[in-house]
């Protein structure tokens, strides 16, 4: 699901817990993490809000959240801030942290 800056709070406001995968177009790590998100996302489907947003175009929440390196992959839960990733990580990194938060 792409994330952007209208539908960030709303997303937060749901009962699932929500990960947000921040990154860029032009940068590598960013599009190795990718494929990892995408099946975390359908492994997650209906137990989780699993996206991705754009730190060019969402630089209000970049700023929001301190994302000063990409990818940074945040975990919520409650609409708080829970747990975070910063770099390329193995799927199973993420998949952990989501399952905490179930």
């Known amino acids: ?7 960030f709070d709303e997303l937060l406001g ?12 032009w940068c590598g790590p ?3 993490l990718a494929p990892r998100v995408e099946e975390v996302e359908k492994e997650f489907e209906g137990r989780a809000v699993v996206g991705t947003a754009d730190v060019d175009e969402c630089s209000d929440l970049a700023a929001r959240f301190r994302i000063r390196n990409v990818p940074t992959v945040l975990f919520f839960k409650g609409g708080e801030l829970k747990d975070k990733c910063v770099g390329l990580v193995a799927k199973e990194t993420l998949t952990e942290k989501l399952n905490a938060l179930l």
């Open 1 to 7: 699901m792409k994330v952007t800056e209208q539908n």
């Open 14 to 25: 749901q009962s699932l817990p929500v990960m947000v995968d921040f990154g860029a177009t």
């Open 30 to 32: 960013c599009k190795a």
